[in-house]
């Protein structure tokens, strides 16, 4: 297949959505524009039966460099799963068996598909790193091992406050970087990509590289999916957004998010271009532009994206009938309460957290809602302030409170 060498094409790659590129962006540059084909992968472990949006993001940037022509791995990583990635990570992750590591990668390719093309002339190829991993005994990891230091792990932040809190650092979470780093080494890969906060896990796969196959392996990360402050979505703050949702529900939740999500979730995952983006940023930042419009716009390009252009017009004309009604749905769930009920109790009476602890975790993180305020006490008691009834929210959970 012959390579795109077009330079603003390539400009756009480096540069839409990027955080960093190792070593140097004009180095890989240089490398696009020779007309060679590099082979590139990312890699998705298999710990929920869905990919996310932040996934989408990597999966995106991968699909622009197989349109250029080069060839693309989207990676499973289902060896790596057994581990559990610590990046971020307070406590060790749960341990999954391989029988749930299989069945949560059962939908991976089809909903990769969106971006990656799996056929024809230039076809994404799917891999899992059981493939080498299962085949590597102890004298391997021993020899894997000896190219990193103890001082190399520990240096990472999750790490370190885990010292300071004096929680357990478990012997298989220092594995798992050199787990992801073999996989450079076992494709021979010319370049990695994965979000910013992969950094450490790729680096490591650049120095084995370095020291086993004698070559570079480049890096690319992509931005996190944020606001302009930095607050990630998440599933704390009901604004997860994963690839097997309902189209009405990616619109809605897309229409609940803070104008600061707008522009770089177009950047990271539409098609419209940087410039655009850019005179879009300013014009929310001046008040030129209505933020509800950009973000029925960007709600209905990602149904689209995600399904087709009829299940985001549906989804968008579902909404403007929610919407007409205040936004809330009809038929919710009522409950009738007293007031001066504390908040904990309440949330653990009607099954929206297992214990007090959940539910105070809950208020803690600003996932509750009595009307369109944002509950942050967890001393808080029912007041129905002089209203018949107000609405309790929890993600995307709504209930009626009646008196």
């Known amino acids: 297949m012959k390579i795109n060498t077009d330079e603003k094409a390539i400009d756009e790659i480096l540069t839409k959505g990027v955080e960093q590129i190792f070593s140097e962006k004009e180095e890989l540059k240089k490398l696009l524009m020779s007309g060679k084909q590099?082979?590139?992968?990312?890699?998705?472990?298999?710990?929920?039966?869905?990919?996310?949006?932040?996934?989408?993001?990597?999966i995106k940037k991968l699909s622009e460099f197989q349109k250029l022509g080069h060839k693309v791995i989207f990676l499973v990583g289902d060896f790596t799963a057994?581990?559990?990635?610590?990046?971020?990570?307070?406590?060790?992750?749960?341990?999954?068996?391989?029988?749930?590591?299989?069945?949560?990668?059962?939908?991976?390719?089809?909903?990769?598909?969106?971006?990656?093309?799996?056929?024809?002339?230039?076809?994404?190829?799917?891999?899992?790193?059981?493939?080498?991993?299962?085949?590597?005994?102890?004298?391997?990891?021993?020899?894997?091992?000896?190219h990193f230091t103890v001082q190399q792990m520990i240096q990472r932040d999750m790490f370190q406050k885990r010292l300071e809190d004096e929680k357990p650092i478990y012997l298989h979470e220092f594995l798992y970087p050199l787990a992801q780093a073999y996989d450079s080494v076992a494709m021979d890969v010319d370049l990695e990509i994965g979000g910013n906060d992969q950094m450490f896990n790729m680096m490591r796969g650049r120095d084995l590289q370095k020291t086993i196959n004698k070559r570079e392996k480049f890096i690319l990360t992509m931005k996190l999916l944020s606001d302009d402050v930095g607050k990630k979505m998440g599933k704390s703050e009901g604004n997860a957004i994963f690839l097997d949702?309902?189209?009405?529900?990616?619109?809605?939740?897309?229409?609940?998010?803070?104008?600061?999500?707008?522009?770089?979730?177009?950047?990271?995952?539409?098609?419209?271009?940087?410039?655009?983006?850019?005179v879009m940023r300013k014009k929310i930042k001046d008040g030129s532009v209505n933020p509800r419009d950009l973000k029925m716009e960007l709600a209905f390009n990602l149904v689209e994206i995600f399904y087709n252009t009829e299940e985001a017009q549906k989804a968008e004309e579902n909404f403007k009938i929610q919407f007409q009604n205040k936004g809330v749905p009809e038929n919710i769930q009522e409950i009738s309460l007293k007031e001066g009920k504390d908040i904990l109790e309440i949330l653990v009476g009607l099954n929206l957290a297992c214990s007090k602890s959940e539910a105070r975790r809950k208020v803690d993180e600003g996932a509750v809602k009595i009307g369109e305020e944002k509950i942050t006490d967890y001393k808080y008691q029912l007041d129905f302030n002089n209203e018949d009834s107000i609405l309790l929210k929890l993600g995307r959970k709504i209930i009626r409170l009646k008196k």
């Open 38 to 58: 590099i082979k590139l992968y990312c890699g998705y472990d298999p710990t929920a039966p869905s990919l996310h949006i932040g996934n989408a993001i990597s």
């Open 82 to 146: 057994l581990i559990g990635d610590p990046t971020d990570k307070s406590a060790a992750r749960p341990k999954l068996t391989k029988e749930e590591i299989e069945a949560n990668a059962k939908h991976y390719k089809k909903q990769a598909s969106v971006f990656l093309n799996f056929d024809g002339e230039n076809p994404a190829e799917i891999k899992y790193n059981s493939e080498w991993n299962d085949k590597l005994n102890f004298r391997d990891l021993i020899e894997l091992s000896s």
């Open 245 to 278: 949702e309902k189209p009405e529900n990616i619109y809605g939740i897309v229409m609940s998010l803070s104008d600061g999500f707008i522009a770089n979730t177009f950047e990271l995952i539409t098609n419209k271009p940087l410039e655009e983006i850019e």
